[in-house]
């Protein structure tokens, strides 16, 4: 019989992943899908029709877990067994007003760890606009993150967990582990459905959904946990990172950094107004964090219709492309992606853009690296850093990474399946990653006078 043990349902931004893991933490199987969003909401339905007719390729498997993932800042919400209402896009632009007067009732970052974030960010904004959008608002809705939304539409069993409430959602106090005293003055609180863990069985496979997929109803599934969390759950099964100060940086549409750090540090210090929040981590843990949309300000500055950065066969001659963009001073300035990242006022865009579309793309990679080792700083981050997900195999990103961090050991794994991988190890903790981490070598080029340049002209523009 094929050899299918779990299939992780990992729901993006962008982009959702099905996967088929063995019992021993071999990837079997994998399909994706490019996720659309219209009307400022997300294509929740469409996604669970997919995932509905993908799984039963698996039927032949003797599936026994589900687990799912997703990306933070969506909240859902049920009445009896359906949806209240549509998931919102979280870059849904809200009304100026209503936004001023959420943040009038937000708690300090002190309390919650969370920035004030743009649009629907902060899932409180969401659940102020949507009350505000109904006569009812949100009476009689249970609510949960999205991660939980995937394990109710699999068992219809409602629950919430703590990775995705931490993540920047203004409803979470990560260092009393409660929910925030804007939470409970607005209800919203005793709405959440009950808390469990990421790895708690919360049931079993809704009977309609086993007779279309193929698989067991005795098909077990796990509340699942924010996909960020994912990754960094997948880093712990490297011994070099877990057992060490590190920093793991998950490379997507968003770039997160998030710090497994040794010594205590003051979480209130970190510097809100420069996209840092504090996330919690599979364990209930507060982790220092910092982000920016690194991938979607790459694929700005490259376009959709180029060649990305990481591909393999593109490498040798993205590299040899750096010189000549360090000697011109090629660069490119925040922000791309106004509000977001350590730069959320400064204006950006290039300086002495090449004509070389080679150039072009390195100077984009380039750039995340400056954003990127800024981001770190933020956080404290020292010692040992692993780059994973899609941009660990953009060799002029992660070498630049090495040469602006000359104090770290820069690694990278597996570039592709380390979210996935982090939701499996909910299953077996004990599992360990394929392969070794690879110590990452610095650029044959000195960007200490390119850097100090790009920081003088941010300081010019911003």
Request: aromatic share 8%.
């Amino acid at each position: 019989m094929a050899g299918g043990f779990a299939i992780v349902i990992d729901i993006g931004k962008t982009m959702s992943k099905l996967s088929l893991w063995s019992r021993d933490g071999r990837m079997l199987d994998r399909v994706t899908r490019t996720n659309t969003h219209a009307d400022g909401v997300l294509d929740t339905q469409g996604t669970a029709d997919w995932t509905v007719r993908e799984m039963a390729r698996w039927a032949d498997h003797p599936v026994e877990y589900i687990v799912p993932v997703a990306h933070g800042a969506a909240v859902s919400g049920i009445k009896g067994d359906a949806p209240a209402f549509a998931t919102p896009d979280y870059e849904t632009e809200l009304p100026d007003d209503a936004l001023a007067a959420y943040r009038a009732a937000r708690d300090p970052f002190a309390d919650t760890g969370s920035p004030a974030l743009p649009a629907g960010l902060n899932l409180g904004a969401q659940l102020h606009w949507l009350e505000d959008q109904a006569p009812e608002g949100l009476r009689d809705v249970t609510l949960m993150p999205y991660a939980q939304y995937w394990a109710w539409h699999l068992t219809g069993v409602a629950t919430s967990e703590l990775t995705s409430l931490g993540c920047h959602s203004d409803l979470w106090d990560p260092v009393r582990a409660d929910f925030s005293p804007m939470a409970k003055r607005r209800g919203w609180a005793r709405q959440f459905a009950p808390l469990v863990k990421a790895g708690d069985v919360i049931g079993t496979l809704r009977p309609e959904l086993a007779r279309l997929t193929g698989l067991s109803e005795n098909t077990k599934v796990l509340a699942g946990l924010h996909d960020s969390n994912a990754a960094l759950l997948a880093a712990r099964g490297f011994s070099a990172i877990a057992e060490n100060e590190a920093t793991v940086l998950s490379t997507g549409t968003w770039f997160i950094a998030m710090r497994l750090a040794k010594a205590e540090m003051d979480l209130a210090a970190l510097p809100e107004t420069r996209d840092c929040l504090v996330n919690v981590d599979a364990y209930g843990a507060p982790v220092p964090s910092a982000r920016f949309m690194g991938g979607r300000e790459i694929e700005s500055l490259i376009g959709i219709d180029t060649r990305r950065v990481d591909i393999r066969q593109d490498q040798p001659r993205l590299l040899a492309a750096v010189k000549d963009v360090v000697e011109k001073k090629a660069m490119v300035l925040p922000t791309l992606t106004p509000g977001h990242g350590p730069f959320p006022t400064c204006e950006g865009g290039w300086v002495a853009r090449p004509d070389d579309w080679y150039a072009r793309r390195a100077g984009a990679c380039l750039y995340a690296a400056l954003v990127a080792d800024v981001s770190l700083d933020l956080i404290g981050s020292k010692d040992r850093l692993l780059v994973e997900g899609r941009f660990a195999e953009a060799e002029v990103f992660v070498r630049a990474l090495a040469s602006l961090r000359p104090d770290m050991t820069i690694f990278v794994a597996n570039a592709h399946n380390d979210v996935s991988f982090g939701a499996l190890r909910l299953i077996d903790a004990a599992l360990e990653p394929g392969g070794t981490l690879e110590r990452v070598e610095p650029l044959p080029e000195d960007l200490a006078a390119y850097k100090a340049a790009w920081h003088a002209r941010i300081g010019e523009g911003g």
